[in-house]
DNA sequence: CTCAGTTTTCAGATATTCCTGAAAATAGAG
DNA sequence: CTCTATTTTCAGGAATATCTGAAAACTGAG
């Protein structure tokens, strides 16, 4: 591995991490020195700094641009084909969890509620589909939660984030200011007026 | 695989699964049979459904220990082992989190740590590290959010997470209401008393 | 202690994934 | 069109991961 040794220790670690979590080794190393450079990379510099064949590198960067993770991005006076990551970290996390989820969440989904909608056969099936309800209903939560979220602007989730359970505290302030005494009952967020 | 087709098709689905978050597919099949499972389970029992091998399914099992996913439960007059998964899919979520936290977010923050107390040796690790520095505060402001999420009670947490980013919106109450004119500055909610 | 039932270990067999070099395909310049 | 630079494909070899059966280790009853 042609790289200086703070670089080196980076991607070696990332492509560790990567094989913990269904990439493979290689094409884990492969974008996290794309993370690094300076500038765009072309096919070559990946051999030349990663000491690994030409053709393992272009399959690696046919999975990465599967998964939207790097850009291609010409440059000028030359014929070959540069890549990049996009600077912006937060950018990076949002493909990377909404590629997650249109591979394995949304088809787990599916399979669940096909399976919530047959009959069950004998009392076996009916318990497991008590158990398939309460994680449909569990992964639904979390995937709502996060399809909201994900609207956000990066400054105002930032904020969000920041604050952690405080949130719940002002949870408490809302309902106390909403619930007074002789009031119209408990008003959802969503019908307050919104400056936006 | 020995199974009624319902529990069969989950089981199939979930190894699968498991293979792409860095599981085997035996062992996400053998944490999957036990979600389901009317009543725990011994070893044979899964030998029997999953039609593997017993010194297989040890080994699964191992392992499934190991990150506190099953749990050894006693069956009074049998003196074999007998496996669980808790019911509570809430608690499953924050093990597996809190696990994989332990396993592999722990270590990625401290090897970022210890690149970025190095002295870059050239220009290229000085772009490398501002660009850890990025990956290193995005991780700790999502793992620090994660900790203090995780103390609500289940209740409270289904609570904050039905309303994604409406939140947002009663930040903006808030801010009206802290921020009145002639007010003593913004408050942070922490501040507030607190029922509870 | 002995013994039967049960679980764990582990070397080797099997299966899967990954990587490479060679050849084919592609694309732009002239 | 031809020629060259570049990328992609893919069969087969290399490396890993997974699985099994046999043997060892453990455990509680008697």
Request: hydrophobic share 40%.
């Amino acid at each position: 591995m042609n790289l200086p040794p703070l670089c080196e220790a980076f991607v070696l670690h990332f492509g560790e991490m990567g094989s913990r979590w269904g990439v493979n080794r290689t094409v884990g190393q492969i974008y996290a020195v794309l993370f690094i450079a300076e500038a765009p990379l072309c096919a070559d510099d990946l051999v030349e700094r990663l000491g690994i064949s030409r053709s393992n590198v272009s399959m690696g960067l046919k999975e990465l641009q599967s998964w939207n993770l790097v850009r291609q991005r010409p440059v000028a006076g030359d014929r070959r084909d540069f890549f990049t990551t996009p600077d912006d970290i937060y950018s990076i996390v949002r493909t990377l969890v909404n590629e997650r989820k249109k591979r394995e969440i949304d088809p787990t989904l599916s399979m669940l509620r096909e399976l919530l909608m047959q009959t069950p056969a004998n009392a076996q099936e009916q318990h497991a589909q008590s158990r398939l309800k309460d994680m449909h209903e569990l992964i639904e939560l979390l995937t709502a939660w996060y399809a909201d979220i994900e609207k956000l602007e990066t400054d105002r989730l930032i904020q969000l984030l920041s604050l952690g359970s405080k949130v719940a505290k002002i949870l408490e302030v809302k309902d106390r200011i909403f619930a007074l005494p002789g009031g119209k009952g408990r008003q959802t967020p969503s019908s307050t007026p919104n400056r936006g």
